[in-house]
């Protein structure tokens, strides 16, 4: 079982920035991709960057050039830094992890999700 816990968020001024973490523990046998979503009452969860574990960085076009998605491999951890943000980034915010768990062989596949930390940006 792996246990996803998120940190961050809050409330912002338009144009303010934020970094929301999502830190995992458990069995890690793998940690193959991370990535974070959003979501606002009525609306389905909409993906907003991944970085899998060895390929490139990727964004929603909506925060193209204004969010970066990070991992600290040796914690387990991945971030969101949240630049120029606007009111429509109001969101809960989730982080997701995917790869293989397991203190025994063999590992199994693990699809994990943050609690949600809500991000608010208004004057």
């Known amino acids: 079982q792996v246990q996803l816990v998120q940190s961050g968020g809050g409330l912002v001024q338009p144009g303010g920035s934020l970094r929301l973490s999502c830190a995992a523990s458990?069995?890690?046998?793998?940690?193959?991709?991370m990535g974070w979503y959003r979501q606002t009452p009525g609306k389905e969860r909409e993906w907003v960057a991944a970085?899998?574990?060895?390929?490139?960085?990727n964004y929603a076009d909506s925060v193209k050039g204004r969010f970066t998605i990070s991992r600290d491999n040796a914690k387990n951890t991945v971030y969101l830094q949240m630049n120029s943000l606007s009111a429509e980034d109001t969101a809960v915010y989730y982080c997701?992890?995917?790869?293989?768990?397991?203190?025994?062989?063999?590992?199994?596949?693990?699809?994990?999700w943050g609690q949600g930390t809500q991000v608010t940006v208004s004057s």
């Open positions: 458990g069995s890690i046998f793998t940690i193959d991709a």
């Open positions: 997701n992890l995917q790869g293989y768990s397991g203190s025994y062989f063999p590992p199994k596949k693990y699809d994990s």
């Open positions: 970085i899998p574990s060895g390929g490139s960085t």
